[in-house]
Nanobody, 124 residues
Framework: QVQLVESGGGLVQAGDSLTLSCAAS????????MAWFRQAPGKEREFVAI????????YYADSVKGRFTISRDNAKNMVYLHMNSLKPEDTAVYYC?????????????????WGQGTQVTVSS
């Protein structure tokens, strides 16, 4: 069993930067593929970024490519989402997710474990 706890959300202005953190508990969490998703009010949950268990593979949604960076520290069981040049359309609840089968997938249905989410609000 893996538990995920996100933190770092908040209210920022357009153009600002913010880093989200995801703390993973569980003995094998460092072997899981990890990803960030987000859900804006009235919209479906969407993929943001993914990182392989080793950190060697990363993949981003087109909407955040070049602005967001996903990283992980397996020794600390932490995953991060560094967000730069934030836009109002980045406003959403951001969720950390884990896939125990180590797939590289952007569909939320492949993820076994989810955090409770952290709110990011970007004002214009």
């Amino acid at each position: 069993q893996v538990q995920l706890v996100e933190s770092g959300g908040g209210l920022v202005q357009a153009g600002d930067s913010l880093t989200l953190s995801c703390a993973a508990s569980g003995r094998t969490s460092s072997t899981y593929t990890m990803a960030w998703f987000r859900q804006a009010p009235g919209k479906e949950r969407e993929f943001v970024a993914i990182i392989s268990e080793s950190g060697g593979i990363t993949y981003y949604a087109d909407s955040v490519k070049g602005r967001f960076t996903i990283s992980r520290d397996n020794a600390k069981n932490m995953v991060y989402l560094h967000m730069n040049s934030l836009k109002p359309e980045d406003t959403a609840v951001y969720y950390c997710a884990a896939d125990s089968r180590q797939r590289i997938a952007s569909s939320s249905r492949y993820y076994d474990y989810w955090g409770q989410g952290t709110q990011v609000t970007v004002s214009s």
